[in-house]
């Protein structure tokens, strides 16, 4: 049988040169309108990289450590820098300046935050306050974690700061060359000791790399999902969300990091064994610990377990790169190697 190619085309679906010019017409006025769109909205923006449409800046950002792009732009346009990840505007805030002016004197419009849909919605279930917008569940958080970090409780945290810190500058003299281990060792001992009560030996124990992955992979996320500036996508059938498999494994992992971590305060709790800490104090104000009752049961937002998990474990998180990263910035190290010849410290030693 002889089979025109016309019919040809229709019988295997190979689209006709109609249906492929209507194709590429409506791409062209999509690209078309997304550029338009993004000029109009930049020009009521601060200044920055221009993007492309429909991407907007998403393919400039780098996955791994985007905030070195994003300094090279604060120097380049200014301490505010505007850009677009798909269509979702970023403002970065390149100086201490820029953040006060606009986070804290403006705070009655800038408090709240923007929707996070794979780190806030699929990697973390709501659970992770960070990324919670103004609200009462945001509130909870902030209680919970206020009653391990106020003023007065942090008053207490002196006298395992200073054994941390004594034991920091053994440890930079014995093993100078680990300067980095040794710094954020010292940040995740004290971040570890305040939240769950025990102390970090090395940054090679599995909590603390676990830990350093779940970071790594938070800040790898701005930029990576087409799905952050498209929501729509999560209408999908589940099984064609092709982005979420990423985000879900790593969702796996710190809910057994995290379970871990309070199962551990839990059981030495039950032994007499457990230091005072913001996880026990949690845990017993919220009615998780052995022979506790919840404190808290006529609140607006009702904590389970794993609300209590993450969050305790809000400080491990936010506590480690930016201690060493302020250590870092001021550059110790030519101290760190006079320390080392003997001559500042050897009083430790003694
Ligand atoms: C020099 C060191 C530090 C710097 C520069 C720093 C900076 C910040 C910043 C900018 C935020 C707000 C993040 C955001 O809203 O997106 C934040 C939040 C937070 N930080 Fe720090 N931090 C430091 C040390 C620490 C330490 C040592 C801990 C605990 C051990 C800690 C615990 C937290 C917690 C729990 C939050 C979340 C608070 C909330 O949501 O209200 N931080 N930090």
Known sequence: MVVSIHNAGEFLSIPTWNQLLLGALSISIL?????????????????????????????????????????????????????????????????????????????????????????????S???????????????????????????????????MQSLESKATLRDILLHPEAWDANIQRYAASVAVSLSYGKRVHSMDEWIVRENVAAMDYIDSIPGKYLVESWPWLLKLPRFLQWFRREPEEYKQRDIKLY??????????????????????????????????ENKRKNEKVRFDELDVAYTVASPFGAGIETVSGVVFSINLKADAQSLVDGRKFSVVHA
């Not at 970065?92 to 780190?119: C, H, M, N, Q």
């Not at 103004?134 to 919970?144: H, N, T």
């Open 259 to 292: 379970t871990s971590l309070i199962d551990d305060v839990k059981n030495r709790m039950a032994e007499g064994k457990c230091p005072d800490c913001l996880t026990s104090q949690t845990l017993s104000d919220e009615g998780f610990a052995p022979g506790s």
């Open 31 to 123: 690209v078309l309108w997304s550029s338009g769109a993004l000029d109009i909205r930049r020009r009521r923006m601060p200044p920055g990289p221009r993007g492309l449409p429909l991407v907007g800046n998403k393919h400039q950002v780098p996955s791994i450590k985007p905030w070195r792009m994003f300094k090279k732009w604060n120097e380049q346009y200014g301490p505010v820098v505007s850009l677009h990840l798909g269509r979702t505007p970023v403002i970065v805030l390149g100086t201490a300046r820029a953040a006060w002016e606009i986070l804290d004197k403006r705070s009655d419009i800038y408090s709240s935050r923007p929707r996070f849909v794979v780190a806030g919605e699929i990697l």
């Open 125 to 159: 279930d709501n659970r992770r306050g960070l990324m919670l917008p103004y609200g009462e569940e945001w509130r909870k958080y902030r209680k919970v974690l206020h009653s391990g970090l106020h003023a007065r409780r942090a008053e207490t945290y002196k006298d």
